[in-house]
């Protein structure tokens, strides 16, 4: 079975600055897909980036980028120059060719003006 | 617009009552999944299925049951069973195969034992 985890309950970064949200999984298979989705106060589930694990370019979408690391099972998220609107629930989550949808505990982050 | 559909959005039980969360989805999308979320917690799955008449167990699927007779629709009935129901409930599908797997999501049923 896969298993995702995100090792920072909490994090707080300044307006402007950049912050790292981590993100490791277990799996044993090679083709699979990875994502970060955003939850913020309405509770509505965004999209924020994917990766597929068969490409060694990392993924980027404006001011958020993440770091893949296939060998080391890691998925880190960067958001760069973090805005207001930035503040929610980070969720990383992982999905096979079996369709089996699995997400971390979350990260929750707070950006401070 | 296609999408996924939660209905209702709020929705209050009591106690030793049956109750079911609707999930439509015009996606044509063959997955779909049920999560349940406490406050501050992150997503638990519930049960999913990948195909119609066929559905499997996640990892907290006790006091729940779920069908999937059509497959735009994937209602979960939380029954009397489940001890501790008050939570937020989403539903999400993905297009199944390996194509473009993003996950889409309803906009999730706040559900209240009273």
Redesign the interface.
């Known amino acids: 079975a896969q298993t995702v985890t995100?090792s920072q309950p909490e994090m707080s970064v300044q307006e402007a600055e950049t912050v790292t949200l981590s993100c490791t999984y277990d799996t044993s298979e090679n083709?699979y897909?990875l994502?970060w989705?955003k939850q913020p106060p309405s509770?509505?589930?965004i999209?924020v980036i994917?990766q597929e694990a068969y490409k060694q370019q990392n993924a980027t979408e404006n001011r958020f980028s993440v770091n893949f690391q296939k060998a080391a099972k890691s998925f880190s998220l960067k958001i760069s120059d973090s805005q207001l609107g930035d503040t929610a629930m980070y969720?990383c989550?992982f999905?096979n060719?079996?369709?089996?949808?699995?997400?971390?505990?979350?990260t929750?982050l707070m950006v401070k003006p | 617009d296609g999408g996924i559909t939660q209905s209702p959005k709020y929705l209050f039980r009591k106690e030793g009552q049956n109750v079911t969360l609707s999930c439509e989805q015009n996606l044509n999308h063959?997955?779909m999944?049920w999560?349940r979320?406490d406050p501050?917690?992150?997503?638990r799955?519930i049960y999913?299925s990948?195909i119609v008449n066929d559905f499997q167990k996640g990892d907290i699927a006790e006091g729940y049951s779920v069908s999937r007779e059509k497959k735009e629709s994937f209602p979960l009935t939380v029954t009397s069973a489940q001890k501790n129901p008050t939570a937020?409930y989403?539903c999400?599908s993905?297009p199944?195969?390996?194509l473009n797997?993003?996950?889409f999501?309803g906009?999730?049923t706040r559900l209240t034992v009273v």
């Not at chain 1, 060719?97 to 979350?106: S, V």
């Not at chain 2, 501050?40 to 997503?43: A, I, N, S």
């Open positions: 995100q083709n897909y994502f989705y509770r509505q589930m999209l994917r969720f989550a999905n060719a079996g369709n089996m949808l699995t997400f971390g505990g979350g929750r | 063959d997955a999944y999560y979320q501050g917690q992150g997503l799955l999913y990948q937020f989403l999400a993905t199944g195969g390996f797997t993003e996950a999501f906009q999730g």
